[in-house]
C-alpha cells in the first residue's frame, strides 16, 4: 500500500521542477550545464520534503534522469498515488468555525479533489467576504475577511504568483481587549483560490497570515 508523504504544495514544487528541467533539456546543449540543473532539480525536491525514507527520496531523485516529456508526464503521475490530501472535513465542521454566519454558504466539498488542496477558500459573493479554512496540528482554522478585487496584477501573499489580485482585510482583536479595541491585517491575494492552491509552493506567509489574524 502506498503511503502518502507529498503534500500539495510540495507537489507543486515537484511539478515547477519537472517543468523547469524539460524547458533546459530543450534549449541547452551543454552536458555540463545539464548535469547541474538535473542535479539541482533534484535537490530543489528533496529539500522541500523533509524526513523522506531511503525509498522515498530515490523515487524522486528519478527526475534527475529523464529525457522525454512523456517520462516526466509518466513520473508525475506515479507519484499522485503518494499526495497526502487536505484533512477530512464535514459541513458541520466547517459551520463550527465560522458561528456568527447563520447562513454560511459552503461550497460542494464532494466535488472537490482535496489531494490537491493546501487551503480551503471560497467567496460569498453576496456579503463579499473570503473564508479560509486550514489545518493545523490536527484542527482546523477558520479565518474570514473582506474581500476587495483590485482589478490590476500583482503577486498574491499566498503563492508568489503574478495574477489579478484582490485585497484582503480580516479584523483582529487581541486577546482580552474590550470590544472597541479592534484593528485589522490586510494583504494581497490570488481572487481564484483553485489556481492559487496548485501554484503554492511554499506554506510560510501564509501560515504567518493565518496566525497573525486568527481568533
Known sequence: ??????RNHQYNVIKKQTDF??????TVA????????RYRAAANIIEAIPNLTNDQQQMLEQISTFESAYDFQRFLSALEPYLEPFPPITLKQIQKLFPKNKKLKVPDLGSIDFRYVTYLSWVDIATNKLFIVYPFEGQFIGIEGRITPTNKKGYCLFCNRHQEL????VKTKPANASPDNISSVGQYVCLE????NQ????IGSLE????SVRK
Open 1 to 6: 500500500m502506498n503511503t502518502p508523504f507529498i
Open 21 to 26: 528541467l524539460q524547458k533546459t533539456l530543450r
Open 30 to 37: 551543454d552536458r555540463n550545464v545539464l548535469k547541474t540543473v
Open 166 to 169: 484582490a485585497f484582503l482585510t
Open 193 to 196: 483560490s483553485d489556481a492559487c
Open 199 to 202: 501554484s503554492i509552493t511554499d
Open 208 to 211: 504567518k497570515f493565518i496566525f
